[in-house]
Nanobody, 124 residues
Framework: VQLVESGGGLVQVGGSLRLSCEVS????????IGWFRQAPGKEREGVAC????????KHSDSVKGRFTISKDNAKNTVYLQMTNLKPEDTAVYYC??????????????????WGQGTQVTVSS
């Protein structure tokens, strides 16, 4: 399984970014794909997740209403659309895959594959 992220960068408060995660080497119908972030000195935290089985999604309370996870099946790419960005959103963002029997309730420690990470910096 290979995950390649892109789309990070520097943005001002209130701005928007779209992160992409191209996934290859997996055709699982179960499990999930999630976006996580990790700020310096902090533990990795879940931001958004999408179940492979039915495409349902969940978002953390800290980003609900601002971030949206989606997938383009034709491109095998998962997106994280981020709007109304805040300084506290600054972190390295990772996409990860958890295979069955894991899912969106799984801890990041149980994820099977990760991308290389992409830096998002929100300046005030």
């Amino acid at each position: 399984v290979q995950l390649v992220e892109s789309g990070g960068g520097l943005v001002q408060v209130g701005g928007s970014l779209r992160l992409s995660c191209e996934v290859s080497g997996i055709s699982a119908k179960d499990g999930a794909i999630g976006w996580f972030r990790q700020a310096p000195g902090k533990e990795r935290e879940g931001v958004a997740c999408r179940w492979n089985s039915d495409g349902s999604t969940k978002h953390s309370d800290s980003v609900k209403g601002r971030f949206t996870i989606s997938k383009d099946n034709a491109k095998n790419t998962v997106y994280l659309q981020m709007t109304n960005l805040k300084p506290e959103d600054t972190a390295v963002y990772y996409c990860g895959v958890v295979e069955w029997p894991g899912g969106c309730g799984s801890s990041w420690r149980n994820y099977d594959s990760w991308g290389q990470g992409t830096q998002v910096t929100v300046s005030s």
